[in-house]
């Protein structure tokens, strides 16, 4: 199993211009979600999904939309980056949804750089 | 509010015992999650707490105080690999994560 797998690794973008990150996973998981993480703050939750169909914001959804058209896909786009849209981004899902225990299994983030 | 407080650093010698405390001020609680996250990687799944006391797990241990709204991640046998940051993160009533801010880990011979 492939698990949780994010493109790009890299990406630097000029202000304004739009982008979408990847992520898909193969372990048939119902939720799924989107984070940010920037130093010397927790990672922050921009939009997550508990099922196809299905999204809802997160605490940081400013700037960005998602789809959820399959299971195993949820993209990430960026309309227009701004430069306070640099950071690392981390696509992460569990198997369950609604109970304490929701291991989450993450990619290994895109790093987002806007001039 | 919403609050996770960890200390930003803390260095330990190769061999010796760490541990790493973590309180939490959140709306509700269904649980609390230790990570691991390697420098430049992604974090990776150590604990999970919901009932109080110490849950064991080889060379590490988490343990819970829902009273306290404190936690603690317990290395024995500190290792090189070790170096890294560990989170911690709360499950709120409404089942959406709250993340401290990480505490970083640095190991010396």
């Known amino acids: 199993n492939a698990g949780v797998t994010q493109t790009p690794k890299f990406q630097v973008l000029k202000t304004g211009q739009s982008m979408t990150l990847q992520c898909a996973q193969d372990?048939?998981?119902?939720?799924m979600s989107w984070y940010r993480q920037d130093p010397g703050m927790g990672l922050r939750l921009i939009h997550y999904?508990?099922?196809?169909?299905?999204?809802d914001q997160g605490e940081v959804p400013n700037g960005y939309n998602v789809s959820r058209s399959t299971t195993e896909d949820f993209p990430l786009r960026l309309l227009s980056a701004a430069p306070s849209q640099t950071s690392v981004y981390f696509c992460?899902?569990?198997?369950?949804?609604?109970?304490?225990?929701?291991?989450?299994?993450f990619g290994a983030g895109s790093r987002l750089t806007v001039l | 509010g919403q609050n996770i407080d960890q200390p930003t650093e803390m260095t330990a010698t190769e061999g010796a015992i760490v541990q790493i405390n973590c309180t939490y001020q959140t709306s509700g609680f269904n649980g609390l999650f230790w990570y691991q996250q390697h420098a430049g990687e992604a974090p990776t799944f150590l604990s999970y707490?919901?009932l109080d006391g110490l849950e064991e797990k080889g060379r590490f241990s988490s343990f819970l105080s829902r009273s306290k709204g404190y936690s603690y991640l317990l290395l024995k046998e500190l290792q090189m690999k070790d170096s890294a940051s560990y989170l911690c993160a709360v499950i709120e009533s409404n089942y959406q994560l709250i993340w401290g801010a990480g505490t970083k880990l640095i190991i010396k011979p």
């Open positions: 999904s508990v099922g196809a169909g299905i999204t």
């Open positions: 372990m048939n998981h119902e939720y």
């Open positions: 707490n919901v």
């Open positions: 992460a899902s569990s198997a369950e949804v609604g109970t304490g225990a929701n291991v989450l299994t």
